[in-house]
């Protein structure tokens, strides 16, 4: 990442009073404590059979998102990659909402609007190789009607050079 992409995302997260996370620094162990002293709010949380999902990102400029399972003690059990094919595989379209796909992937690095649909874009990096966007649109009900992935064009020399 260069210089003037890090601090365009340090100012912004000055102006929203965010706290920049990357998702390799959770731990195993971590109390709920720790999280909110460490990384502060969650992107998303969500409950599940096992204990609560935590979800913290590095958007709107970074490409990985992680959820931190906490057992019912409030530590964490386990860390999940989430920004990768086979998660978002598991958005059902017809089905899921946006609550739903914030609720598995937190808040999206884009919105924008496209032939009717609202859409959600996620950086992430296919294969941990390709710097891509995975694109979710939502009808006008909020109801995921299609998703699509493709080269994240921040990144493409070939699409900096038209402008």
Partial sequence: ???RLLLAASLLCGASACVPVHPDFLRVGMTRDE?????GQPAAERHDADGDVWIYSSAPLGERASAA???ARGRVVSIEPLLDLPHFATIRVG???KDDVLMHFGRPAEFTGVRGYEVWSYRYREAETWYSLFHVMFDASGV???T?????????PSFKSRF
């Fill in 148 to 156: 699509q992935n493709g080269p994240d064009p921040m990144f493409d």
């Fill in 95 to 97: 089905e899921w909402n």
């Fill in 69 to 71: 399972h906490l057992d």
């Fill in 1 to 3: 990442m260069t210089f």
């Fill in 144 to 146: 995921v009607r299609q």
């Fill in 35 to 39: 999280l909110l002293s460490t990384f």
